[in-house]
């Protein structure tokens, strides 16, 4: 799947948010990136908070905007408010579910280890980071993959009750996907509706 590889800094400084997980560039330079970064005060369009805010989503999750779509047309077919079904659609996916399960630090660490194919789902290898994990699924690190550095130190310290609609098994390194979470419980600071208005323009 293609993927965002620039730098990611100087995104999470646009936003004035840690949309890759923790930056230390962001906590000492919380302003946009540029010459005038820091005494800006350029008011947008609404047209432009929205694909601001579009974008911020897209980044977040690591999608880009063919998939991002599929996934917003794919919401909009379903009963019930767009924007959160879009929300929750996101977070269903494999590499977000491993991220949640703190098998990685970063979703994009979390992709990396899908796609290396560490990762199974209901006893199974899948290595496609888009994968929709459904309610009671149970993802899990492979038998010959759990004493994985990268993974073990991720592990260390993580908070498991952050997440309700995930129940984690310690000693099998595997999480059950218990139901699909309610909005109030996904963490991500962003305004869905505006996507949402954003995609009913085009």
Do not use: C
């Amino acid at each position: 799947m293609a993927k965002y590889i620039g730098p990611k800094s100087k995104i999470a400084r646009k936003f004035g948010e840690p949309i890759f997980g923790p930056d230390k560039v962001l906590s000492k330079k919380n302003y946009p990136p540029g010459q005038h970064g820091n005494n800006r005060r350029k008011k947008s369009s609404e047209y432009g908070i929205q694909l601001r805010e579009k974008q911020k989503a897209k980044y977040t999750y690591g999608i880009l905007e063919k998939q991002f779509r599929i996934m917003y047309e794919k919401a909009k077919s379903n009963p019930g408010v767009t924007g959160v079904i879009l929300l929750q659609l996101l977070e269903s996916r494999l590499d977000n579910i491993v991220y949640r399960m703190g098998l990685s630090p970063t979703r994009a660490g979390a992709r990396q280890l899908v796609g290396h194919r560490h990762i199974t789902v209901n006893g199974k290898v899948v290595n496609i980071p888009s994968f929709q994990v459904k309610p009671g699924m149970v993802v899990a690190v492979r038998e010959k993959d759990k004493s994985m550095q990268v993974i073990t130190e991720s592990l260390n310290g993580f908070n498991h009750t952050k997440y309700p609609w995930i129940e984690w098994n310690a000693s099998a390194l595997a999480g059950t996907y218990l139901h699909i979470p309610e909005r109030e419980d996904i963490p991500e600071n962003i305004k869905e509706q505006l996507i949402v208005e954003l995609y009913s323009k085009q």
